[in-house]
């Protein structure tokens, strides 16, 4: 673990809370060379309704998860992510770890296990240091 680990997650905890999700609310913060260089939670896309779930509490096919905010917000600011690390509330689906590994980053740092445990096994599989903090 590194030294500023817990600061990130709890910053990404507060991130988090800008969520307009019901169910589940999730904030992913990236951070290079000790600099936060782009944040994310899970929402709708830019111009749509902010209402996460259908009226029977199912979440819409088409809500972004935070981790999918951060990189595509890091792709349009001009940083780059190559080498850095993801802190994110909870641990990523496959479709979110395809982007990581797309993006270069190098380490994922996360809080709560998601249902499905494929996304950080992918993860692993492609080199990317992926740790659990409690």
């Known amino acids: 673990m590194e030294k500023f680990d817990n600061s990130y997650l709890d910053m990404a905890a507060v991130w988090a809370k800008n969520s307009y999700c019901k169910r589940r609310q999730v904030g992913a913060l990236i951070v290079k ?10 929402g709708t896309p830019s111009g749509f309704e902010n209402v996460c779930e ?15 905010n951060a990189i595509t917000k890091v792709a349009k600011s001009g940083n ?11 641990s990523p ?11 270069g980053i190098r380490r994922v740092v996360y809080r709560d296990e998601y249902r499905l445990e494929d996304g950080v096994d992918l993860l692993r599989r492609a080199g990317v240091e992926v740790e659990k903090v409690d």
């Open 54 to 68: 259908d009226e029977n509490g199912v979440t819409k096919p088409y809500v972004l998860h935070a981790e999918a």
């Open 93 to 103: 689906c496959m479709e979110c770890a395809k982007l990581i590994i797309q993006a």
């Open 33 to 42: 060379n000790k600099m936060i260089i782009s944040d994310g939670y899970n």
């Open 80 to 90: 780059d992510s190559t080498g850095a690390t993801l802190y994110v509330t909870a």
